[in-house]
Structure formats: structure tokens, C-alpha cells
């Protein structure tokens, strides 16, 4: 990799200083990027070039082709006369403008995305005859990730369960995996989804809080309906605030349907696995990114894709008898606010899914994909999960809104891969050119044309399970009213130091609402979870801890459910590389070349931009001390000691202390280093820096810190450590 293959460069090439007058065509994507495959709107591969579809030409032209000689001034009567109502140009331009938003998601609409590929390595072959996860086979995906409760500009890092969307083009149709980074959800039945979301949304008199569950209207509803307990709980874990996208494990929620060659039916739950491993900010990490950098994750997915660390998951399957009573040791897997423990149904791998390009327009692709929990595939049905059975109506309602119109499948980004034929016609936004007279079945003026098919023709086919007789009621089961045992579970499988996290979640979050009678409340449903756990929130809130109102599940732990004490690869890990300038460039050199060898990404922070040494091997700086924060890197290391530069000074910048001045160091790599050992991070220094370690007040043997020896030495060091993600022996649990 070298300078200008860093991520982050907005173009594809350099842009001159001065305005470019020579005409030229449109320049090419990067090299990261790509857009949806050439198909036609009913499916047909165009074989077209992905520039034919994009904007061409040199010349500035109105949509309808006509080249314009300016686009600066209105056509007025003189120079300062009034502007004329003939301006089509005008006109065109502004009318296009006007409604160039559409209506954003109602939940989801802060997200990310990127394409990829999925292969499948076979292993479901038994279970289900899904073309796609047969041995070998390859298929186009994209996935779409996001925040739940935030607006579109909200940002990125807030506590929230995150989604975790992917559209598979298969040869048989598109299927859609649309699920979260949490395995469980708030409620039990759709008819509550509206309830939940205008409890966790801002409040509808002042618009306040955004993209937060810390407020009394969403504690009011979960402490009220206690359904929403586990799914709560796991949100207060560090689950809510993960490090990337790309460290995020996703979940299909609901128990699907599988059906095999022979018509034989499994029921599975659907697990995404990180081969970067499962991992999360901590709180004071993510709330100083909301401020610092609120596109924290997005940026952080595409700038890894960029660099060619290519993120990567594991879809895996639990697998379960399809029997009569759908319940699986005890657990109904019609329940979404439940989750079966690993160590009862191990999770079976059955495909890797590799993200490899960039999107070439958030507005066309990201913002535009509709995904839809129905798009089934030959082999994959739906259960009666209530929850899932509201999803199957809901989706499509929402697009044919946000979208315009019936046609929304016609999207470049939402076009299936398999030919379309479905007598479907006209509506808003109608791009295919449909042929033949005869749009219903069964016609003879086109021939019979379409035909159904079946079975052995690829048919989809839905799984004849029998309905059993029963009445009418607004009801459910009676395994649904068990609220409490499975967040117990959860907490029971937290080591101590993630258990201090829930708790400081749950004090902070309750702290900030102002009713107090929603505080008590919700420290009695803390109590039947556990009883330490209640006790620790109450004397945040400064209250009173009630008993448990209900006997205390003893669930055996489930250690699949922690995510410390494992190592994994560190590929794309971010390292700051702190210099005091052309001092020690030679070390500076090292490391940074040692970085990019391992697979992760290098960032240069010195007192000013620019470069470092000239010629060949001149280094460019990629951030600046007053441009830098510890929040943007897994770990720091420190070649040399820089003084204060230039601009250290608190007028010019708020982040310097003028009394650190006296130590000799720039404050601001003071600051940097001081918070990134409090976050838990790795901290290397080799020569100079074991300098700023003293001034910093951090010990050189503290755990997770390497300093003294040759550069190559601490980056080796530093390296071993961010396979644990943390040094999370600096953290001392009280529990």
C-alpha cells in the first residue's frame, strides 16, 4: 500500500489547484467502488458496461441531453432585471432539486453499505435445496448496516441495536436476510412495533433526545412491558455500542423454515459470525466519537474496504427439529425476545460472505435498497412468529411509500439477478417496456406466456404445514410470559468487567430520565434479573433496591455470549503512529511498513500536514495533533517525543492545556495517549516516546503497554495485544 492508497481520498485522482478548463469525460470510480450489477428492470444481464448506466459526456447538459453554455446565471431581462418565467434550465434545475429527498426509513435510516460476494461451503445442502448454499456456488450480495432509532443525520456510535440487512442475488430469486446485531427484539408480536418505536423516537413535543434510548418515554414503555427485558439488557450491554461494522455479529431474529430436496423441513436460526471477532467501543470512547467523528462506523467500513482488509462473516445455522410444538429444550423458537444458547444447538457454519467494493452513490444504492423479510428463495419459508408475520406486510407497505410506487424492485440496486415475468404493469416510475397484450393467466393471445411451473422447474413452493383448528383470539402462548430468565441468562454470561459496563448503562440511562417513579420501575425489573445488578443501579440513582417479584431463573452460563477472552486477526486495525517530525523518520518508516505488512492500516500523526523527508521515501502525514483523536485508533505508538507545536495554545485549540506546556510535550499527544490508555488500548514507544509515557503519568509496565527496544520489537508487541482487541486487565470490576 502506499501514500495514496490510504483510505480516505475522495476522488480517484489528485485534484489540481487550479480549475480544470480542457474538456474530459467523467473520470472512472475509485478503485474501491462499484454499483449495482447491469441487469434490466425484469432481471435480463445487459451486459453493459457499469459507466454506460452512469452519467456521460464532457459537456454540462439538461436532462433531456441539450448541452448548456452556462449554469451560473438565471436568464434574466438585463442584468438586473427580473428573472424569466422561460428559463426551462431554471426551472428544470430547481424543480429536480425540490424533490430530490425522499422520505427517509421510519427506523433504520442512519445507515452504511457495501457489496460483496457470498460462497457457500455445502453444509446446508442437507437441510434446504436453496440453490445458493449449494457447495461452491457464488453469489452477489449487498448489506446494508445501520442504527435503529436515530434519523438519517444522527450519529453513528449512539447506544442502539444496529441492523444487519443482506441481499443475496441469487439465480432463483432475490432473499433477503434481514436482521439485527442483537438476537432477540423488544416485543413479541408486530401489532407492538409501532408502540416500541414511538417510545424509543425523540419525544414528539420537543424532538428531543435524538438517536437515544436514554429518556422517559422509552424506559416507561420497556419497564412496563417486560417483554422487552432481554433485548434491553443485551442494548445496555457492549453490544450497543460496537467498535465497526465490521466487528458486529448479526442475527436473522426470527426461527425460519428450511426444506430439503425431499420436501424434509428444519428449523434454523440465522447467525452472522465476524472472522474480525465481536468487539465494542466503551462508553466514553463512543460519546466523544458522536461529537468527533458522528461517521465513525461508516467511515471506518469504507475506508477498510479501500485499504483491501476486506470484512468478512460466517453464516452459520442452528439447527431444530420442525416438531409439532416448535419448542427446543424447553424454549419456544416462535418466541423472538428468546435466543437458544450455543452450547444447546451449536452454530453450524454454511457460508462466508466477503465485502469487497464500495458503493458509487449512497443515494442510488444505500439509500434506495429495500429489503423485504418475504423475498424467499426455493427451500426457505417463514414461521408463525408473530413478530415475522407483521414483518411480511410491513416491508412492502414502507417501500411503496418511501419509494414512490409499486416499481420500487426496478431500482438498480434492488433488481433481481433471475428473469422477471409477473404480469405486473404500469404504476409510478415504470422503467420496464413490457410487451404482449395479454397481462393475466390463463391468456391465449400471448401464446400462454407466462406459465406457472413447478417443482422440478424451480417453483417456489411454501412448506404444507398443517394450521391447526383453533379459535379466534388476541392471544399467545403461554411460554411467552417468561420475561426474566433468559436476561438472566444474559447477565450470568458477562465476565465481571462487561458486567461494570450494563451496569454503568443502566444507571446512566435511567439516570436521564426525570421521572422518578419510571427510575423505580425500572430497578424492579432489574431486580428479577439479578439481584447485584439492581443494587448497584439503585445507589447510582440514589434509591432504594426492591426484592425480586419473581423466583430467580439459575440458567447455566453461556460462554458463546461473552465477547472477551478470545484472540482475533487483527486485519484492519488502525494504528496512529505519533512522530515529532523528521526526527526518527527512519523508525517512523519501520512501523509504518510493519503495519501494512500485517494487514492493518497505518495513519501518520505529526505537528503539521504535508511530508516527512522528500523524494521516494518522503512520508505523508495523515493527521495532525490538532486534527487527531484517540477514538479513530485501536492503538498508538510513539516514535519520538514531540514538543509543543506552533498551534498548541488554547485560543487556537481547546484540546491544549497551556499549563501541560511545562512538560515539554505537545498537550494534545498528551491527551491522546492519556485517553487511549483509559479506553483500554494499546500503547506502544520505542526510543523518544517511553518520554511521553512518563509525562503521561502511564506506567511503561502497565498491562498493554509496550516501550523500550527497536520499533519492530514494539510493533511486534503491540500487534500480540490487539488480537485481544483490549487490555482489558486495566480495568479492576467491583463485581
Given at each position: 500500500?502506499?501514500?495514496?492508497?490510504?483510505?480516505?481520498?475522495?476522488?480517484?485522482?489528485?485534484?489540481?489547484?487550479?480549475?480544470?478548463?480542457?474538456?474530459?469525460?467523467?473520470?472512472?470510480?475509485?478503485?474501491?467502488?462499484?454499483?449495482?450489477?447491469?441487469?434490466?428492470?425484469?432481471?435480463?444481464?445487459?451486459?453493459?458496461?457499469?459507466?454506460?448506466?452512469?452519467?456521460?459526456?464532457?459537456?454540462?447538459?439538461t436532462a433531456q441531453g441539450a448541452r448548456l453554455y452556462d449554469t451560473d446565471h438565471s436568464l434574466k431581462a438585463g442584468p438586473r432585471g427580473p428573472v424569466l418565467l422561460q428559463d426551462h434550465h431554471l426551472r428544470e434545475k430547481i424543480t429536480h432539486f425540490d424533490h430530490e429527498r425522499i422520505p427517509e426509513r421510519v427506523?433504520?435510516?442512519?445507515?452504511?453499505?457495501?457489496?460483496?460476494?457470498?460462497?457457500?461451503?455445502?453444509?446446508?445442502?442437507?437441510?434446504?435445496?436453496?440453490?445458493?448454499?449449494?457447495?461452491?456456488?457464488?453469489?452477489?450480495?449487498?448489506?446494508?448496516?445501520?442504527?435503529?432509532?436515530?434519523?438519517?443525520?444522527?450519529?453513528?456510535?449512539?447506544?442502539?441495536?444496529?441492523?444487519?440487512?443482506?441481499?443475496?442475488?441469487?439465480?432463483?430469486?432475490?432473499?433477503?436476510?434481514?436482521?439485527?446485531?442483537?438476537?432477540?427484539?423488544?416485543?413479541?408480536?408486530?401489532?407492538?412495533?409501532?408502540?416500541?418505536?414511538?417510545?424509543?423516537?425523540?419525544?414528539?413535543?420537543?424532538?428531543?433526545p435524538q438517536a437515544q434510548s436514554a429518556h422517559d418515554t422509552f424506559w416507561d414503555f420497556v419497564t412496563l412491558h417486560t417483554e422487552a427485558t432481554h433485548h434491553t439488557l443485551w442494548n445496555m450491554s457492549d453490544r450497543g455500542i460496537p467498535r465497526s461494522y465490521r466487528m458486529m455479529e448479526g442475527f436473522g431474529v426470527?426461527?425460519?423454515?428450511?426444506?430439503?430436496?425431499?420436501?424434509?423441513?428444519?428449523?434454523?436460526?440465522?447467525?452472522?459470525?465476524?472472522?474480525?471477532?465481536?468487539?465494542?467501543?466503551?462508553?466514553?470512547?463512543?460519546?466523544?466519537?458522536?461529537?468527533?467523528?458522528?461517521?465513525?462506523?461508516?467511515?471506518?467500513?469504507?475506508?477498510?474496504?479501500?485499504?483491501?482488509?476486506?470484512?468478512?462473516?460466517?453464516?452459520?445455522?442452528?439447527?431444530?427439529?420442525?416438531?409439532?410444538?416448535?419448542?427446543?429444550?424447553?424454549?419456544?423458537?416462535?418466541?423472538?425476545?428468546?435466543?437458544?444458547?450455543?452450547?444447546?444447538?451449536?452454530?453450524?457454519?454454511?457460508?462466508?460472505?466477503?465485502?469487497?467494493?464500495?458503493?458509487?452513490?449512497?443515494?442510488?444504492?444505500?439509500?434506495?435498497?429495500?429489503?423485504?423479510?418475504?423475498?424467499?428463495?426455493?427451500?426457505?419459508?417463514?414461521?408463525?412468529?408473530?413478530?415475522?408475520?407483521?414483518?411480511?406486510?410491513?416491508?412492502?407497505?414502507?417501500?411503496?411509500?418511501?419509494?414512490?410506487?409499486?416499481?420500487?424492485?426496478?431500482?438498480?440496486?434492488?433488481?433481481?439477478?433471475?428473469?422477471?415475468?409477473?404480469?405486473?404493469?404500469?404504476?409510478?416510475?415504470?422503467?420496464?417496456?413490457?410487451?404482449?397484450?395479454?397481462?393475466?393467466?390463463?391468456?391465449?393471445?400471448d401464446g400462454g406466456c407466462p406459465f406457472t411451473a413447478g417443482a422440478d422447474t424451480g417453483a417456489y413452493i411454501e412448506v404444507p404445514v398443517e394450521v391447526p383448528a383453533a379459535r379466534k383470539v388476541r392471544d399467545a402462548a403461554a411460554s411467552f410470559d417468561d420475561h426474566f430468565s433468559q436476561a438472566r441468562l444474559f447477565?450470568?454470561?458477562?465476565?465481571?468487567?462487561?458486567?461494570?459496563?450494563?451496569?454503568?448503562?443502566?444507571?446512566?440511562?435511567?439516570?436521564?430520565?426525570?421521572?422518578?417513579?419510571?427510575?423505580?420501575?425500572?430497578?424492579?425489573?432489574?431486580?428479577?434479573?439479578?439481584?447485584?445488578?439492581?443494587?448497584?443501579?439503585?445507589?447510582?440513582?440514589?434509591?432504594?433496591?426492591?426484592?425480586?417479584?419473581?423466583?430467580?431463573?439459575?440458567?447455566?452460563?453461556?460462554?458463546?455470549?461473552?465477547?472477551?477472552?478470545?484472540?482475533?486477526?487483527?486485519?484492519?486495525?488502525?494504528?496512529?503512529?505519533?512522530?515529532?517530525?523528521?526526527?526518527?523518520?527512519?523508525?517512523?518508516?519501520?512501523?509504518?511498513?510493519?503495519?501494512?505488512?500485517?494487514?492493518?492500516?497505518?495513519?501518520?500523526?505529526?505537528?503539521?500536514?504535508?511530508?516527512?523527508?522528500?523524494?521516494?521515501?518522503?512520508?505523508?502525514?495523515?493527521?495532525?495533533?490538532?486534527?487527531?483523536?484517540?477514538?479513530?485508533?485501536?492503538?498508538?505508538?510513539?516514535?519520538?517525543?514531540?514538543?509543543?507545536?506552533?498551534?498548541?495554545?488554547?485560543?487556537?485549540?481547546?484540546?491544549?492545556?497551556?499549563?501541560?506546556?511545562?512538560?515539554?510535550?505537545?498537550?494534545?499527544?498528551?491527551?491522546?495517549?492519556?485517553?487511549?490508555?483509559?479506553?483500554?488500548?494499546?500503547?506502544?514507544?520505542?526510543?523518544?516516546?517511553?518520554?511521553?509515557?512518563?509525562?503521561?503519568?502511564?506506567?511503561?509496565?502497565?498491562?498493554?503497554?509496550?516501550?523500550?527496544?527497536?520499533?519492530?520489537?514494539?510493533?511486534?508487541?503491540?500487534?500480540?495485544?490487539?488480537?485481544?482487541?483490549?487490555?482489558?486487565?486495566?480495568?479492576?470490576?467491583?463485581?
Open positions: 500500500m502506499s501514500d495514496n492508497e490510504i483510505p480516505g481520498a475522495p476522488g480517484p485522482e489528485p485534484a489540481p489547484v487550479e480549475e480544470p478548463t480542457k474538456p474530459r469525460g467523467p473520470l472512472p470510480p475509485k478503485h474501491d467502488q462499484r454499483g449495482p450489477e447491469t441487469v434490466s428492470p425484469t432481471g435480463q444481464p445487459t451486459g453493459a458496461d457499469q459507466d454506460k448506466v452512469a452519467q456521460g459526456g464532457a459537456y454540462l447538459t427506523v433504520h435510516a442512519r445507515g452504511a453499505a457495501a457489496h460483496g460476494v457470498f460462497r457457500a461451503y455445502g453444509a446446508a445442502a442437507g437441510i434446504t435445496k436453496a440453490a445458493f448454499l449449494a457447495e461452491g456456488a457464488e453469489t452477489p450480495v449487498f448489506v446494508r448496516f445501520s442504527t435503529v432509532l436515530g434519523s438519517r443525520g444522527s450519529a453513528d456510535t449512539v447506544r442502539d441495536t444496529r441492523g444487519f440487512a443482506t441481499k443475496f442475488y441469487t439465480d432463483e430469486g432475490v432473499f433477503d436476510l434481514v436482521g439485527n446485531n442483537i438476537p432477540v427484539f423488544f416485543i413479541q408480536d408486530a401489532i407492538k412495533f409501532p408502540d416500541v418505536i414511538h417510545a424509543g423516537k425523540p419525544h414528539p413535543d420537543r424532538e428531543i426470527h426461527t425460519f423454515r428450511l426444506v430439503n430436496a425431499e420436501g424434509a423441513t428444519t428449523l434454523v436460526k440465522f447467525h452472522w459470525k465476524p472472522k474480525l471477532g465481536v468487539h465494542s467501543q466503551v462508553w466514553e470512547e463512543a460519546q466523544i466519537a458522536c461529537g468527533m467523528d458522528p461517521d465513525f462506523h461508516r467511515r471506518d467500513l469504507a475506508d477498510a474496504i479501500e485499504a483491501g482488509a476486506f470484512p468478512q462473516w460466517e453464516l452459520g445455522v442452528q439447527t431444530f427439529p420442525d416438531t409439532e410444538d416448535q419448542m427446543f429444550e424447553g424454549i419456544d423458537l416462535l418466541d423472538p425476545t428468546k435466543i437458544v444458547p450455543e452450547e444447546l444447538a451449536p452454530v453450524r457454519p454454511i457460508g462466508l460472505m466477503t465485502l469487497n467494493a464500495n458503493p458509487s452513490n449512497y443515494f442510488a444504492e444505500t439509500e434506495q435498497v429495500a429489503f423485504h423479510v418475504g423475498h424467499l428463495v426455493p427451500g426457505i419459508d417463514v414461521t408463525n412468529d408473530a413478530l415475522m408475520q407483521g414483518r411480511l406486510f410491513s416491508y412492502v407497505d414502507t417501500q411503496i411509500t418511501r419509494l414512490g410506487g409499486p416499481n420500487f424492485a426496478q431500482l438498480p440496486i434492488n433488481r433481481t439477478h433471475a428473469p422477471v415475468n409477473d404480469m405486473l404493469r404500469d404504476g409510478m416510475h415504470q422503467t420496464a417496456v413490457h410487451r404482449g397484450v395479454a397481462p393475466y393467466r390463463p391468456n391465449s393471445l447477565w450470568l454470561s458477562m465476565t465481571p468487567t462487561e458486567r461494570e459496563h450494563i451496569t454503568a448503562a443502566y444507571a446512566f440511562e435511567l439516570g436521564k430520565c426525570w421521572d422518578q417513579a419510571i427510575k423505580e420501575r425500572g430497578l424492579r425489573v432489574l431486580a428479577n434479573i439479578d439481584p447485584e445488578l439492581c443494587a448497584r443501579v439503585a445507589e447510582g440513582l440514589g434509591l432504594p433496591a426492591p426484592e425480586a417479584t419473581e423466583p430467580l431463573a439459575s440458567p447455566e452460563p453461556s460462554p458463546a455470549l461473552s465477547q472477551l477472552g478470545r484472540t482475533w486477526p487483527v486485519d484492519g486495525r488502525v494504528v496512529g503512529i505519533v512522530t515529532a517530525g523528521e526526527a526518527g523518520l527512519d523508525a517512523v518508516r519501520e512501523v509504518r511498513g510493519a503495519v501494512l505488512g500485517a494487514g492493518m492500516v497505518p495513519l501518520v500523526i505529526a505537528p503539521s500536514g504535508g511530508k516527512l523527508g522528500s523524494g521516494d521515501d518522503a512520508v505523508t502525514v495523515q493527521r495532525t495533533f490538532a486534527t487527531a483523536r484517540s477514538i479513530e485508533f485501536d492503538a498508538i505508538v510513539l516514535v519520538g517525543a514531540p514538543a509543543p507545536a506552533p498551534d498548541a495554545y488554547g485560543a487556537r485549540d481547546a484540546k491544549t492545556d497551556d499549563g501541560a506546556r511545562s512538560t515539554g510535550v505537545d498537550p494534545r499527544v498528551l491527551l491522546l495517549v492519556t485517553e487511549a490508555f483509559r479506553h483500554g488500548k494499546a500503547v506502544g514507544a520505542c526510543g523518544e516516546g517511553a518520554t511521553v509515557l512518563e509525562k503521561a503519568g502511564v506506567a511503561a509496565d502497565a498491562p498493554g503497554v509496550v516501550a523500550g527496544g527497536a520499533a519492530s520489537t514494539v510493533l511486534d508487541g503491540v500487534t500480540e495485544l490487539l488480537a485481544g482487541h483490549r487490555a482489558w486487565d486495566r480495568f479492576t470490576p467491583a463485581l
